[in-house]
């Protein structure tokens, strides 16, 4: 049976990303792509290398033009989807890409995003170690899905196994990460102009003010760490590559583990999964290589002389980290292969 899929936000960066991966799964058709400011435009007047969909057009983002589809994702700005969730009730699965359904607790809600705090939904990084078991398992029949913030998972498959396995200490992470100005959407921007990223690195929302810092922590939180005791000193880079996601995150070493152990920690939560791998010592990721694919490549080293735990993590921002994870996430929770239509390998250079 092929599944009708509509997309909101067609004629974004996220909707975009969706609409590339769907157009190579054999068990859907997507049927209605909607936008806001470009409605009644063609779909490839916006992204002109999805030629496959060339027949599609732009309709309004309204309840009624969402409704009626199997599975609809939603791609809009931060705050605008849960308008629509109410009125798509009858949807047997909506998969957000916004920030609007991922976290749980309304103190961080209040603190990170304010207002009124949506129902949060199953969240869509499958690989996660949840309660001792993988997100996955909670992702299998799910009918509302959180895509994950794309530094936020970054981060997350990053650390999660040592918290998991209890060998670093979530008590003093330290993230930096660059990202390119895709992260930020498609929007026109100031601080996004071409003569304001070119040849230059800047750093934004430093001093603990990102918004994907609760979800970071809410994700190790699950791992395993005292939801009390986790501390996370998270500050992003803003770099010119169109896409790409470098994080470099440490922590200490807990306990008396040998860097065998240590290791082991990583590979035994990576081992079986085909969209987290895990370097050889010695070999860290480059964005170049994951772009593209719906991969998180890991790279770890152990510093005893400054006792961290490093990991070098280089994800895609539209692809696992956003629109790859919606259609992994969407594959579980139907019953499909989760591998379907999700690329492994990159372009490159
Ligand atoms: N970019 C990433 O790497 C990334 C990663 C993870 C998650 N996300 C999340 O994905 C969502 C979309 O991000 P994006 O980067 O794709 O943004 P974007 O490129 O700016 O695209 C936004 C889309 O939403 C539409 N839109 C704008 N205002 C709207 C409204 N009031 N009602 C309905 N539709 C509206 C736009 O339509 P028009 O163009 O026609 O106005 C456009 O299609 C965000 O919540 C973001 O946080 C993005």
């Known amino acids: 049976m092929t599944l009708s899929v509509a997309v909101s936000g067609a004629s974004g960066y996220a909707g975009g990303e969706i609409l590339r991966l769907l157009a190579a799964h054999p068990d859907v058709e997507v049927r209605t792509v909607t936008a806001h400011s470009s409605a009644g435009q063609p779909l490839v007047a916006h992204q002109p290398h999805l030629r496959s969909l060339a027949h599609l057009e732009l309709q309004a983002t309204t309840p009624e ?9 939603l791609a809009l700005p931060h705050g605008q989807s849960a308008q629509y969730t109410d009125a798509l009730a009858d949807t047997p699965l909506v998969i957000d890409a916004g920030a609007d359904h ?38 299998r029949g799910a009918t509302r899905i959180a895509a994950p913030g794309c530094n936020a998972s970054t981060v997350a498959l990053s650390l999660a196994p040592g918290v998991a396995a209890g060998v670093i200490d979530a008590g003093d992470i330290v993230s930096v990460l660059a990202v390119g100005p895709s992260g930020a959407g498609k929007a026109a921007k100031t601080n996004l102009l071409a003569s304001e990223i070119l040849g230059t690195a800047n750093p934004y929302a430093v001093g603990g003010t990102h918004r994907h810092i609760p979800e970071i922590r809410q994700a190790l939180a699950a791992a ?7 501390r996370i000193s998270f500050t992003p880079v803003l770099v010119p590559m169109a896409r790409g996601i470098l994080a470099t995150s440490t922590a200490p070493i807990q306990g008396d583990a040998t860097d065998a152990e240590i290791r082991a920690a990583w590979e035994t939560a990576y081992a079986d999964e085909p969209f987290v791998e895990l370097l050889p010592a010695g070999v860290f990721p480059r964005t170049a290589d994951v772009l593209g694919a ?8 152990i510093d005893r002389a400054a006792n961290r735990v490093i990991v070098v993590a280089a994800v895609d921002n539209l692809v696992k980290g956003t629109a790859g994870a919606a259609v992994q996430s969407m594959n579980i929770a ?14 490159a250079p």
């Open 294 to 301: 719906n991969i998180a490549s890991l790279g770890l080293a």
């Open 65 to 73: 033009v969402l409704a009626g589809h199997d599975v609809v994702f």
């Open 102 to 139: 991922r976290l749980t607790s309304p103190d961080d809600w209040a603190a990170f995003y304010g207002g009124e705090h949506p129902e949060p939904w199953a969240y869509g990084v499958p690989e996660l170690s949840v309660d001792g078991v993988k997100q996955r398992e909670h992702l």
């Open 224 to 230: 395993g760490a005292p939801a009390d005791g986790i």
């Open 334 to 347: 139907l019953g499909l292969a989760e591998t379907t239509a999700l690329p492994v390998n990159g372009v």
